[in-house]
């Protein structure tokens, strides 16, 4: 018999009032049918396409960049390993000796996941909008070096937001890379594992990114 494989979703729950990049509109999501009134429940949904858990595609930051409904769904599926930065973050900075103090020996994934613990508070306060940490731009480097195709991370940007050049996302979007953004549960996952990542995010016409569902599929 086949033994069952664990399938772990990475995707924050959206819901009116949920924290958003601080630029950002508030999200709402209201309901306009229901069962008792009208037979059906449906809902409208107001918000911006990098709200909650996000995919960013090279046309985010580049004129000439593919867009979100360009990336071949074989790009969005791929080997990811997780690594767990929270003891090696300088401040707001994650620092390329955090990837290589965590890069498995002998291993090529495709997809890196930056584990910084900041889904754990998320909440529309100060610290959680402002203060996360994101990548220097010689880590980003670092991980075109290894020539991935994704990288994910559980904070709000994959910069910090002291960075307002954006310059980590240039560097990976300029390569080719997407982005993931806002990922949940990455403390779910194992360092030293690899897992099969499937990266699902809305086929909006032209889009710059759009809101993502994300598995990571063990075993």
Not at 123 to 130: C, I, S, W
Not at 177 to 199: F, K, M, P, Q, S
Request: overall charge negative.
């Amino acid at each position: 018999m086949a033994t069952a494989r664990r399938v772990h979703d990475l995707t924050a729950l959206l819901e009116t009032h949920m924290p958003v990049w601080p630029t950002s509109p508030l999200p709402v999501f209201e309901p306009v049918g229901v069962v008792p009134r009208d037979g059906y429940l449906i809902e409208r949904v107001s918000c911006l396409s990098h709200t909650g858990t996000h995919l960013d595609a090279p046309a985010h930051f580049l004129e000439d960049g593919a867009t979100v409904d360009q990336i071949p769904p074989d790009d969005l599926v791929g080997s990811a390993i997780v690594l767990d930065v929270r003891a090696d973050l300088d401040g707001p900075i994650i620092p390329t000796r955090a990837l290589e103090r965590h890069w498995p020996s002998g291993s090529s994934p495709s997809i890196a996941l930056l584990r910084t613990g900041w889904s754990r508070d998320r909440a529309a306060t100060k610290h959680y909008l402002y203060d996360f940490p994101g990548l220097d731009p010689a880590a980003a480097e670092w991980l075109v070096e290894r020539q991935v195709k994704g990288v994910g991370t559980d904070t709000l940007g994959i910069d910090p937001y002291s960075n307002q050049k954006f310059e980590a996302h240039k560097v990976l979007l300029r390569r080719g890379i997407w982005i993931l953004e806002a990922l949940d549960h990455l403390d779910e996952l194992r360092e030293g594992v690899e897992y099969t990542l499937v990266a699902a995010p809305i086929k909006l016409a032209h889009g710059s990114g759009g809101m993502a569902r994300v598995f990571a599929i063990e075993g």
